[in-house]
């Protein structure tokens, strides 16, 4: 599943149901169901939330049972593997294919951008759409910088320097890419676990020069970053669209509040239906003011308030809230030992890519939100595994003392 997540279409669809089928199957014969914790309840919470948003869906029949479908696989990913027990090496080997499996497709899409000119971006095979690949390649970078960190002390080094060398290719392909939010993410990311896990201000400012190197050439590539976002300036859009396709999206959110128009719908929108909601307010229709060109809202908030309603955006916040809840308290124990230090910077780097870009981009969906799930149960399982560790530890403290 995961070496075909952003590569090859149907083998990952296949894998993904196999996954989740044997993980569950797994889950009830070992009896695990019957011991619960506040995030089982969240992850059901999710589900039961889109679940609603789908049968009351205020524009059926549209693609709400497709949208939910693909949200019911990543978060259940998501889910299954926050409850599996799966021991250090397990937890390790999974994290590393996760973001080798990223290479493959990344030096194809190079390719096929750079040299064979058959693709207008930077894009992964099966992630698709340049934003969406670069989301996924902002978390990928986010959970190797991780990596890097982790193991900067004490490693030898063809780890160092291999680590290194992937660290600069994906953020290499961040740049190459041209997506501001991605790049804008990625900087953060850097800077953020350089400041938590990096003691040493010499090697802080060695790292944070290196990527200003990097930088700053896209100051003079026509297809680089900068240079995007000063000819957007120049023509007065710097939103590159976005405002207009959010009032469209925000009027669609007027339609049905509470449950919603359903999971993938905001692509039947049309402009006859913003029409008729607005001059049923007694209000002038102005059709330079929305956007129907596009078929999604290009901001993951806005998305949640349109297609899932009032009840659906309140479970996606509390959601959010405990993701970040559970990252801020494991902190000070990320900073025990190096499988903690990378699990939570990849998690880490799963929400702030997902919840950061989420204000301009749809984000959480398709191979993003797959891979934002992964990463978010890997620190979980790892987090639960530790707890029980030391329940157990502390019963045979007790037991042997006098």
């Not at 339609?255 to 913003?274: H, K, M, Q, S």
């Amino acid at each position: 599943m995961i070496l075909s997540l952003p590569s090859i279409e149907a083998p990952k669809n296949i894998f993904l149901v196999l996954f989740v089928g044997t993980a569950t199957i797994r889950q009830v014969k070992t009896k695990s169901l019957m011991v619960w914790n506040p995030w089982d309840w969240m992850f059901l919470a999710v589900i039961t939330s889109a679940f609603l948003s789908t049968i009351f869906a205020g524009l059926a029949p549209g693609d709400e049972w497709k949208g939910f479908r693909a949200l019911l696989t990543f978060v259940s990913i998501g889910w299954l593997i926050s409850r599996s027990k799966y021991s250090s090496k397990q937890l390790g080997w999974i994290f590393w294919l996760t973001i080798l499996s990223a290479l493959p497709p990344l030096c194809w899409g190079l390719v096929q951008y750079l040299v064979l000119h058959t693709k207008s971006s930077l894009e992964l095979h099966s992630v698709g759409h340049v934003n969406h690949s670069a989301i996924y390649l902002t978390m990928i970078f986010g959970a190797i910088f991780g990596l890097l960190l982790s193991f900067l002390k004490g490693s030898n080094t063809i780890k160092k320097s291999s680590l290194i060398f992937l660290t600069l290719i994906f953020y290499v392909a961040l740049l190459v890419g041209g997506s501001r939010a991605a790049v804008g993410i990625a900087i953060i990311l850097a800077i953020l676990f350089l400041f938590i896990f990096v003691s040493s201000l010499r090697l802080k400012l060695i790292f944070i020069s290196f990527l200003t190197l990097l930088t700053l050439p896209t100051f003079f590539l026509s297809s680089g970053v900068i240079e995007r976002q000063l000819q957007l300036q120049s023509t007065n859009q710097t939103l590159n669209g976005r405002a207009e396709i959010w009032h469209t999206t925000i009027e669609a959110a007027r339609l049905y509040p509470l449950f919603g128009i359903g999971i993938d719908n905001r692509a039947v929108v049309t402009e006859d239906i913003i029409k008729k909601s607005v001059e049923s307010r007694h209000e002038i229709f102005n059709k330079d003011y929305y956007d129907f060109h596009f078929k999604h809202s290009h901001s993951f908030y806005l998305t949640n308030i349109a297609e899932r309603g009032i009840l659906g955006f309140i479970v996606t916040l509390c959601f959010i809230l405990m993701w970040l809840q559970s990252l801020n308290k494991s902190y000070s124990q990320a900073k025990l030992d190096n499988q903690s230090a990378y699990l939570w910077m990849g998690s880490m780097s799963a929400w702030l890519a997902t919840f950061g870009i989420g204000f301009v981009n749809t984000t959480f969906h398709h191979e993003h939100g797959i891979l934002a799930c992964l990463f978010l149960g890997l620190h979980l399982s790892y987090l639960n595994t530790h707890r029980i560790k030391l329940k157990k530890d502390l019963v045979k403290q007790k037991r042997n003392c006098p």
